[in-house]
């Protein structure tokens, strides 16, 4: 999760992140502390809050997958009938 965080990070600081101001994530967001582990990498934890921090967790592995640049397409956008069983799977 730390490099997901560090991708996170360079997005916000960068202003690259756009979220269309959404409440339920900026809500997320608010309910996260960082914490540091031994190695030096920051983590997401809820601390003493009860509230969710799911989609703050996403959206960094959201903004890692996409800073990778790897793209392997979608079945669900390919013409070919050759995808199709696998979707049955």
Request: aromatic share 4%.
């Amino acid at each position: 999760m730390a490099p997901a965080i560090k991708e996170l990070e360079r997005a916000i600081i960068g202003r690259k992140l756009r979220h269309g101001g959404n409440p339920v994530l900026r809500w997320n967001f608010d309910n996260i502390a960082i914490e540091m582990d031994r190695a030096g990498n920051r983590l997401f934890t809820k601390s003493k809050s009860r509230d969710r921090i799911d989609g703050a967790v996403a959206c960094a592995m959201a903004v890692a997958r996409a800073a990778a640049g790897t793209n392997p397409g979608s079945i669900y956008n390919c013409p070919s009938s050759d995808h199709l069983g696998q979707l049955a799977a």
